[in-house]
């Protein structure tokens, strides 16, 4: 997600476009934005250029970063972690965490098979590792 660019997100129909060589198994993925999320990315300001990272710097910072410069790795593991700590849960890293939590909330709204469908899970035992019944 990280690499996202401005180009790849698709405001008027609410999708996401993820290219072959970012998607983990190497094909394109078109990816529904919810309403809620669609609402909050029309509210955000266009960047100036359609490459520009869509997770990006709003400042410069201290150190090099500027302005546009698109997030690392690192400011999104400091953000997780903060959260983590705030909600006293430990041993969950980055990835499997969002990819468990949107599964287990989507469960409230939406059938086993269509957040199946949703989330690109390819495997039927790669969507039961997030989206177990015990996983509260």
Request: glycine letters at 10%.
């Amino acid at each position: 997600m990280r690499s996202l660019t401005e180009n790849q997100i698709d405001r008027q129909r609410g999708f996401l476009i993820i290219t072959g060589q970012q998607a983990k198994e190497k094909r394109a993925k078109i990816i529904s934005l919810t309403v809620e999320d669609l609402e909050i990315v029309r509210a955000l300001p266009l960047a100036f250029s359609p490459d520009m990272p869509f997770f990006r710097h709003e400042r410069n910072i201290k150190g090099g970063t500027k302005t546009g410069d698109g997030l690392g790795h690192n400011s999104i593991y400091r953000a997780w972690r903060r959260a983590c700590d705030r909600l006293g849960v430990q041993g969950v890293s980055l990835y499997p965490g969002t990819k468990h939590s949107t599964a287990m909330g989507l469960r409230e709204v939406l059938s086993p098979e269509q957040i199946r469908d949703i989330s690109g899970h390819s495997t039927k035992s790669a969507f039961e590792r997030y989206c177990r019944a015990d996983g509260e």
